[in-house]
């Protein structure tokens, strides 16, 4: 059983998604393909050191492409996170709450830099592909 079919099944286990929810993960993922070789710039092993983000859209109108790449350093993020402990404890309430409004589940209050350790970690396993008829969307650690 591979990781993802087995992380569904423990939500499921866990009540953090419905019967219903889970089928349908289970069957968006028996619907992809295995996972490809590394790309360029991709990390195969260690900790990565950036999020990537390229998007290329296609003009419909015969003009030039859109070309977005974006490279974040996970340093920036982890040096966000230590900020985040000098916000006032009124500050942060407001903050949850602007965040809950906006549908973001994010206690800032519960923030610490060992989680967003651990979250790079897994996320050296990470690539998001989206293809649509005439944008490409492509997301991964590097």
Known sequence: MNDNRLHVLQMLAAGEVSPEEADRLIAALDKQPAAPAARPGEVTGGNPRYLRVFVEEQETDGGP??????????????????????????????????????????????????????????????????????????????
């Open 65 to 142: 492409p859109t070309k977005v790449n974006i490279r974040v350093p996970f340093q920036l993020l982890r040096a966000g996170v230590r900020l985040a402990s000098l916000i006032p404890n009124g500050a942060k309430d407001q903050i949850n709450e602007a965040l809950r409004k906006n549908g973001v589940p994010i206690d800032v209050t519960q923030l610490k830099p060992e989680d967003l350790d651990e979250l790079v970690v897994h996320l050296a396993d990470l690539t998001i592909d989206v293809e649509e008829k005439d944008t490409k969307v492509r997301i991964f650690a590097e």
